[in-house]
C-alpha cells in the first residue's frame, strides 16, 4: 500500500530572518538552462554570482538536502 501525503507551504515565514527561494524538480526542468548556477540567477536579488549584495562564497546553496 502506497501513502501519499500532500501539504502546501505558507506564503509567509513570520520565524524566518534570511530569503529562500524553493523550487521543486518540475520548476527547474522547465527553465531554459543548462546548470544550477543559471537558475540561481533567475531569484530575486540576484546578480551575476551576487545574491542580494554578498558574494558567491558568502552563500549556501542546497541542492535535494545536500549542500
Known amino acids: 500500500m502506497t501513502e501519499t ?4 507551504r505558507p506564503l509567509v515565514a513570520k ?3 534570511y530569503s529562500r527561494t524553493i523550487f ?3 520548476q527547474i526542468k522547465a527553465f531554459p538552462v543548462v546548470s544550477i548556477d543559471k537558475v ?3 531569484t530575486a536579488g540576484s546578480f551575476a ?7 558567491v ?3 549556501q546553496f ?3 538536502g545536500a549542500v
Open 15 to 17: 520565524n524566518l530572518t
Open 24 to 26: 521543486d524538480a518540475s
Open 5 to 8: 501525503v500532500t501539504a502546501d
Open 62 to 64: 542546497t541542492l535535494d
Open 40 to 42: 540561481v540567477l533567475t
Open 57 to 59: 562564497q558568502d552563500q
Open 49 to 55: 554570482g551576487n545574491l542580494r549584495g554578498g558574494r
